[in-house]
C-alpha cells in the first residue's frame, strides 16, 4: 500500500489529527472521535484503491472542521477532493471486507 498520504492532505485542507491509526473494524469504513481528534481507518482499506483510501481519508480529516455530514461538511468535501462523491461511489460498490479470499 506504501505510506498514508496523511501529510500532504494536512497541509492542503488546514487540519491535524491528534492521532491516527489502522484497525480491523467490522462494520464501518473509519472513524472520528471529535474529542480527542483521533482517527481511524479500517485495515480493509489496503484492498482497496488508493482513490478510494484517500477519500475517506479526506471524509475523516473534513471532520476536524465540521462533526457533522451537512452542507457544510459537503461544501469543504468539494473545495479539496471535487470528485469525492464518484470515489464515495466506487467504494460504496465495493463490499467492506473481502472475506471469502482464498490464499
Same mark, same amino acid.
Request: contains cysteine; charged residues 30%; hydrophobic residues 35%.
Given at each position: 500500500?506504501?505510506?498514508?498520504?496523511?501529510?500532504?492532505? #494536512?497541509?492542503? !485542507?488546514?487540519?491535524?489529527?491528534?492521532?491516527?491509526?489502522?484497525?480491523?473494524?467490522?462494520?464501518?469504513?473509519?472513524?472520528?472521535?471529535?474529542?480527542?481528534?483521533?482517527?481511524?481507518?479500517?485495515? #480493509?482499506?489496503?484492498?482497496?484503491?488508493?482513490?478510494?483510501?484517500?477519500?475517506?481519508?479526506? $471524509?475523516?480529516? !473534513? &471532520?476536524?472542521? #465540521?462533526?457533522? $455530514?451537512?452542507?457544510?461538511?459537503?461544501?469543504?468535501? @468539494?473545495? &479539496?477532493?471535487? @470528485?469525492?462523491?464518484?470515489?464515495?461511489?466506487? +467504494?460504496?460498490?465495493?463490499? +467492506?471486507?473481502?472475506? @471469502?479470499? !482464498?490464499?
Amino acid at each position: 500500500m506504501g505510506e498514508l498520504p496523511l501529510h500532504p492532505w #494536512e497541509e492542503k !485542507i488546514g487540519v491535524t489529527p491528534n492521532s491516527w491509526g489502522v484497525k480491523n473494524m467490522k462494520t464501518k469504513r473509519g472513524s472520528f472521535n471529535a474529542q480527542a481528534k483521533r482517527i481511524w481507518l479500517n485495515l #480493509e482499506f489496503a484492498k482497496k484503491p488508493l482513490e478510494c483510501l484517500e477519500y475517506r481519508l479526506v $471524509h475523516e480529516l !473534513i &471532520h476536524l472542521l #465540521e462533526r457533522r $455530514h451537512n452542507e457544510r461538511f459537503k461544501a469543504y468535501m @468539494d473545495k &479539496h477532493l471535487p @470528485d469525492w462523491r464518484e470515489r464515495r461511489s466506487l +467504494l460504496n460498490k465495493m463490499p +467492506l471486507a473481502h472475506n @471469502d479470499l !482464498i490464499y
